[in-house]
């Protein structure tokens, strides 16, 4: 296995394992890699600085988890931002509207809101599109 550090054509930095360089190359090629930020699948080798091993100092697992968790919360941040930018808010009417879009009711638009695991179980069922996102962090700064 082999990690390469990526970045797509928007910027964005991202790792990611691969079996061997030739499968790295082979998907690369193919457009199978996306950026887990914006999807973009122009993706190429970020420059890398050789990992050594040193007794001394060895990064600390905590230090790293925090670095992962970071990444991800701004990449929900980013979708979330996006979809609030995109889309209407719905409120708790959210499985009522995906239904009237759904069945023409309603005109065909983004929306997001809150539902139940009933209602989005049910929304399911009848085979409407939906995809749960997480809720924004309210933290007092």
């Known amino acids: 296995m082999i990690l390469y ?6 910027e964005h930095n991202f790792e990611a394992w691969f079996r061997d360089g030739a499968t790295y190359d082979k998907q690369a090629k193919r457009g199978d890699i996306e950026c887990p930020i914006c999807s973009d699948t ?4 970020a420059p890398m ?8 100092k060895k990064e600390n697992g905590e230090e790293r988890a925090k670095e992962v968790a970071e990444q991800i919360l701004r990449a929900v ?12 808010y719905v409120g ?12 023409g009711d309603a005109g ?12 989005v179980s ?18 007092n700064s």
């Open 5 to 10: 550090e990526l970045n797509c054509s928007n």
């Open 42 to 45: 122009s993706i190429g080798k």
């Open 49 to 56: 600085a050789p990992r050594l091993s040193n007794s001394v």
């Open 77 to 88: 941040n980013k979708i979330q931002d996006h979809v609030e930018e995109n889309c209407d």
């Open 92 to 103: 708790d009417k959210f499985a009522d509207e995906a239904r009237a879009i759904h069945y």
């Open 108 to 119: 065909e638009r983004g929306i997001y809101g809150e539902a139940t695991g009933k209602e």
């Open 122 to 139: 049910d929304l399911i069922d009848e085979k409407i599109d939906v995809l749960p996102l997480p809720r924004r962090s309210r933290k």
